[in-house]
């Protein structure tokens, strides 16, 4: 079983960038795709990003700002985020899955605890 660890997340003004990491254990790395969720208050966890072998995929509501990365070498993935919206606060989660990238949280079987985003206006 892999496990996830998130760090990066914090308080922002509108405008600014954060970077996400998520660390993976395991040796089997390079197998697994890796997607990025969040969940604000009340709503439901929406998908933010995903990347297996290919080029990454982006939710709308990123595209242009996010960009995702991994270094298989580190069992890391990067999520850089710039342009910071207050709308883009929420808890990310970090998740994984063998092989190919999902955009949907239900095909995930791993999960990281989550870390905090906040964008002040």
């Known amino acids: 079983q892999v496990q996830l660890v998130e760090t990066g997340g914090g308080l922002v003004q509108a405008g600014g960038s954060l970077r996400l990491s998520c660390v993976a254990s395991?040796?089997?790395?390079?197998?697994?795709?890796m997607g990025w969720f969040r969940q604000a208050p009340g709503k439901e966890r929406e998908f933010v990003a995903a990347?297996?072998?290919?080029?990454?995929t982006y939710a709308n509501s990123v595209k242009g700002r996010f960009a995702l990365s991994r270094d298989n070498a580190k069992n890391v993935v990067y999520l850089q985020m710039n342009s910071l919206k207050p709308e883009d606060t929420a808890v990310y989660y970090c998740a994984s899955r063998p092989y190919i990238a999902s955009e949907r949280s239900g095909d995930y079987g791993n999960w990281g605890q989550g870390t905090q985003v906040t964008v002040s206006s």
């Open positions: 990347i297996s072998w290919s080029a990454p």
């Open positions: 395991g040796r089997t790395f390079t197998t697994y795709a």
